[in-house]
């Protein structure tokens, strides 16, 4: 009990509402703290509570505006470290610049391992993030990663709607791991749409491998950003005969036509988290939010008392 009191909670701009939800489960209140702009742009950060030696956790996706977010989140860092924090824990539900994770043609940058180096360098002890575009981004760091999944807050949705004899589908050879992990607990078939993408905002479908026909779909991704790739695996699975389609992804990025592709796309149901924030009154009406909170809460009290994260992946 005296171990929980020594833990801190912060919250950036990017995401108050789940600090606040995630500050809920654990039953303790947010650091008194300023997180503004100056007229030019720049941010101006105050923490105003005595902080020496806590167990402080920063809650910070890097979502859009993804630039202000980062670099947001890197001075809150380097607040904490020079205010002489016990422990400093970046909690980035929302990894951005993931999908930069290789060079795959020249000169072009690693933009994830340039994220990793700054939350590093700025002061970041360990990391807690969630569903990250490739796993393999762990080791871009040198510091502990505790990297979380929202399938189980998902799959819970998705058992609620007892969705007959499921296939899981995957809008891109690349998730195929992620949608056979669904489908081995929703004992499931799995199918692939080939999905190749043309640039950053522009995707085509070349076939569906698997049988779709008469099939109730449950397509899984873990982000919908302009949601291009994932109406498309829609469009193609109605074509091909799924009789519903149900769409479970991590993170709603929703950038671009992406709310006005999911308000015009075949599909019964979308299922998100709040990894994001969301403006509710814009989403189309058959979108529903799950919240990771209580996960996010669950990983930020184990961690505080040295308990296994890993239990929380089942
Ligand atoms: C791709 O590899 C990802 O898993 C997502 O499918 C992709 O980033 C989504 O982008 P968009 O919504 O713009 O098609």
């Known amino acids: 009990m005296e171990r929980i009191n020594e833990l801190t909670l912060l919250?950036?701009?990017?995401?108050?509402?789940?600090?606040?939800?995630?500050?809920?489960?654990?039953?303790?209140?947010?650091?008194?703290?300023?997180?503004?702009?100056?007229?030019?742009?720049?941010?101006?950060?105050?923490v105003n509570e005595d902080i020496r030696g806590r167990d402080v956790f920063v809650i910070q996706p890097t979502c859009p505006p993804v630039n202000d977010n980062w670099v947001e989140l890197m001075l809150l860092l380097d607040t904490l470290k020079r205010s002489s924090a016990g422990r400093i824990?970046?909690?980035?539900?929302?990894?951005?610049?993931?999908?930069?994770d290789r060079k795959d043609e020249g000169r072009v940058p690693?933009?994830?391992?340039?994220?990793?180096?700054?939350?590093?360098?700025?002061?970041a002890?360990?990391?807690?993030?969630?569903?990250?575009?490739?796993?393999?981004?762990?080791g871009f760091f040198d510091i502990p990663v505790d990297h979380l999944y929202s399938r189980p807050v998902l799959m819970q949705a998705i058992y609620g709607m007892g969705i007959q004899s499921p296939v899981v589908v995957t809008p891109d050879?690349?998730?195929?791991?992620?949608?056979?992990?669904?489908?081995?607990?929703?004992?499931?078939?799995?199918?692939?749409?080939?999905?190749?993408?043309?640039?950053?905002?522009?995707?085509?479908?070349?076939?569906?491998?698997?049988?779709?026909?008469?099939?109730?779909?449950?397509?899984?991704?873990?982000?919908?950003?302009?949601?291009?790739?994932i109406t498309q695996a829609a469009t193609v699975l109605r074509s091909a005969g799924a009789k519903s389609v149900v769409i479970a992804?991590?993170?709603?990025?929703?950038?671009?036509?992406?709310?006005?592709?999911?308000?015009?796309?075949?599909?019964?149901?979308?299922?998100?988290?709040?990894?994001?924030?969301?403006?509710?009154?814009?989403?189309?009406?058959?979108?529903?939010?799950c919240s990771v909170a209580p996960l996010i809460a669950q990983a930020i009290r184990n961690i505080h008392l040295s308990e296994s994260v890993s239990s929380l992946f089942q």
């Open 110 to 123: 690693i933009s994830a391992k340039v994220v990793a180096n700054t939350l590093v360098g700025a002061g």
């Open 173 to 229: 050879v690349g998730g195929t791991k992620m949608a056979r992990a669904y489908a081995k607990r929703l004992h499931a078939d799995l199918a692939i749409v080939d999905k190749r993408r043309l640039s950053g905002s522009e995707t085509v479908v070349e076939h569906v491998i698997g049988d779709v026909e008469g099939r109730n779909c449950v397509i899984v991704d873990d982000m919908i950003s302009t949601g291009g790739s």
């Open 11 to 46: 919250t950036g701009s990017a995401h108050p509402q789940l600090a606040k939800d995630v500050a809920i489960h654990l039953d303790k209140h947010l650091a008194d703290a300023v997180t503004e702009r100056f007229p030019d742009g720049e941010c101006n950060i105050k």
């Open 249 to 289: 992804v991590s993170h709603a990025v929703l950038c671009g036509p992406a709310i006005q592709r999911l308000t015009e796309a075949p599909v019964d149901r979308i299922l998100v988290t709040d990894s994001v924030p969301q403006n509710m009154a814009e989403l189309p009406s058959n979108l529903g939010v």
């Open 125 to 138: 002890d360990r990391i807690v993030t969630l569903d990250m575009h490739a796993a393999q981004i762990q």
């Open 89 to 100: 824990t970046a909690v980035v539900p929302y990894f951005g610049y993931a999908r930069k």
